[in-house]
T-cell receptor, first 114, second 115 residues
Framework: SQQGEEDPQALSIQEGENATMNCSYK?????LQWYRQNSGRGLVHLIL?????REKHSGRLRVTLDTSKKSSSLLITASRAADTASYFC??????????????FGQGTILTVHP | NAGVTQTPKFQVLKTGQSMTLQCAQD?????MSWYRQDPGMGLRLIHY???????DQGEVPNGYNVSRSTTEDFPLRLLSAAPSQTSVYFC??????????????FGEGSWLTVV
């Protein structure tokens, strides 16, 4: 079963605009990570936020986490055409058989038009 | 530093054939895993390993076998290919538990078509 559900499934914006993607999950997590996938390529790690954190920044990326609502958002500011890709959230769960693995959402396809 | 290397990149199999997807990492990572990616399904975990000699099943293990004889290699074997196994396969590794916040490094993917 999919832990992370992402919204929207697809997002189309103009260069320079901000892009916001949301991720919801169902069970308690240890951390939540965001990955990017360019067409035909593997996934690349963007940013990680732990369950005791509420907000993190990395360059033009801003991630928030609301554990009470079991949701996270990824904001890309001043988007560029090169940001066009699929973005996935992935949740990490502590202990037991969750050892060493993440559960991925279905992803948001972001298209940034020049 | 090559990271995570998968081979082959593309493969077409006939139903019933067997094959092995190779995965190697040169980062001395303990944790390795295999995911499959299908349209609208995100990534689903097939098998994973927490160290040489130790493997365990993920979410969708049926039809696949793995072994981990060395830290570097984690091959995925399709025992008798079925059209439902047509997918993109990703190998991944991490230094320690991703669940505790370690970054996963992915290979570039293997596109498998079963006809």
């Amino acid at each position: 079963s999919q832990q992370g559900e992402e919204d929207p499934q697809a997002l189309s914006i103009q260069e320079g605009e901000n892009a916001t993607m949301n991720c919801s999950y169902k069970t308690s997590i240890n951390n939540l990570q965001w990955y990017r996938q360019n067409s035909g390529r593997g996934l690349v790690h963007l940013i990680l936020i732990r369950s005791n954190e509420r907000e993190k920044h990395s360059g033009r990326l801003r991630v928030t986490l609301d554990t009470s609502k079991k949701s996270s958002s990824l904001l890309i500011t001043a988007s560029r055409a090169a940001d066009t890709a699929s973005y996935f959230c992935a949740t990490g769960h502590a202990g037991g058989t969750s050892y060493g693995k993440l559960t991925f959402g279905q992803g948001t396809i972001l298209t940034v038009h020049p | 530093n090559a990271g995570v290397t998968q081979t082959p990149k593309f493969q077409v199999l006939k139903t019933g054939q067997s094959m092995t997807l190779q995965c190697a990492q040169d980062m001395n990572h303990e944790y390795m895993s295999w995911y499959r990616q299908d349209p609208g399904m995100g990534l689903r975990l097939i098998h994973y390993s927490v160290g040489a000699g130790i493997t365990d099943q993920g979410e969708v293990p049926n039809g696949y076998n793995v072994s981990r004889s060395t830290t570097e290699d984690f091959p995925l074997r399709l025992l008798s290919a079925a059209p439902s196994q047509t997918s993109v396969y990703f190998c991944a590794s991490s230094y320690s538990t991703a669940s505790s916040g370690n970054t996963i490094y992915f290979g570039e993917g293997s596109w498998l078509t079963v006809v």
